[in-house]
């Protein structure tokens, strides 16, 4: 569930075609039905309003988490490259692999061919990707990071990392717990609807 992939980072997708903003909405959608749900079991009165107070504050909450995760990740990725978010998605897998075909980077990064191979061409431009036909198969594209691009990725890896640090402030009793609500919260926003 990592874009980044540094530390176990929480970020279910979110610098995918619909980013951030994209997650917090189905964050607080997931939450509103959740609380629709309620209502409609039949929770009334004084107890039924509370619940749908609670269920309004969670979404709140998701939301502002959400939200602050992206603010945090576009400062990182400004402070330590000028990589957007979904160009830091797009090249993170190759700190691990020296080439990769577009078609990977694109899943990796939640986003579409058409729009990995835009995204590339840019970074291309910027110096930071080198691309070429594969000699076994010339329809296909494999990437490559320059050391610019190298030193792009490890700057924001680095930051986030420390960014990541904070979350020792949270005894391991806290952690456990918010690891257990923030992967259910994440099975409720992936859970398909019944649009």
Do not use: C, H
């Not at 431009?125 to 198969?137: E, F, H, L």
């Not at 050391?147 to 990392?161: I, K, Y």
Request: glycine share 12%; no cysteine.
């Amino acid at each position: 569930m990592s874009d980044v992939g540094v530390g176990g980072e929480v970020d279910a997708g979110m610098v995918g075609e619909g980013g951030a903003e994209g997650v917090a909405k189905g964050a607080a959608g997931v939450i509103a039905e959740v609380g629709a749900d309620s209502e409609a079991s039949g929770v009334s009165g004084a107890s039924g309003a509370s619940e749908a107070s609670g269920v309004e504050e969670l979404a709140q909450a998701a939301d502002a988490l959400f939200y602050a995760m992206r603010r945090a990740r576009a400062v990182a990725g400004q402070q330590g490259s000028g990589l957007t978010l979904a160009q830091l998605a797009l090249l993170n897998p190759l700190a691990e692999e020296r080439e990769l075909p577009v078609g990977q980077l694109a899943a990796a990064a939640d986003v579409s061919v058409p729009t990995a191979t835009r995204m590339l061409q840019q970074l291309e431009s910027k110096g930071s990707v080198v691309r070429r036909r594969s000699p076994a198969d010339e329809r296909r594209v494999l990437v490559s990071l320059t050391d610019e691009g190298n030193e792009q990725l490890a700057a924001v890896r680095s930051l986030l990392r420390e960014r990541q640090a904070r979350l020792a402030r949270f005894s391991p009793a806290e952690r456990d717990q918010l690891v257990g609500q923030l992967r259910r919260l994440t099975d409720l926003i992936a859970e398909p609807g019944d649009d």
